[in-house]
């Protein structure tokens, strides 16, 4: 019944679906077996194909005009290596820097984590952050420059603040 041809991303067929990656594999894009109705109303069988570089639709409608409505998605965001509360964010270059909090569990991290919005991913290991020294809750992060952000205050059993620098590999100081 119709096609579409798919610039810039890979249509891939999951669980009843067609999924659109990019170059780099991460989902951008998901659409669902779409919903058709025949001109009397009655609903109709569709289904969507990833052909190549095309998603198709096939649709049984007996020759019969058809409204079909596709479910296109963006995909959920990606969950944080540690699930946190009570933590503070702030810029560090083209990511989201995220300082510590409490966990789901109720005890205070020192963790923290790298969201790079171009990979659409969290990263809590090297070339990321890595750790603070200390634990800490309700403090502040504020971005410095693209590659600083100052960590202050806060609740750490201790009146302290700690200082992040990420200048080629992370360092926490």
Known sequence: MAAWEVQGGAPVDRDGAIEIADAAGAVRLRVTAPAAYGAG???????????????????????EQVLVDPEWQSPPPPAMGTRRTRHAAAPLGAGVLVTGGTSLAGTSVA??????????????????????????????????????VLVLGGDSSGANSTYRRRTGGAQVR
């Open 41 to 63: 109303g009655r609903e109709v069988g569709a289904r969507l194909a990833a052909r190549g570089a095309r998603i198709e639709l096939f649709v049984d409608a007996e020759g």
């Open 111 to 148: 963790s923290t984590e790298l969201f790079d919005p171009a990979e659409g991913a969290w990263s809590s290991s090297s070339p990321a952050p890595g750790a603070m020294r200390r634990a800490r809750t309700d403090h502040a992060a504020v971005a410095l420059d693209s590659d600083r």
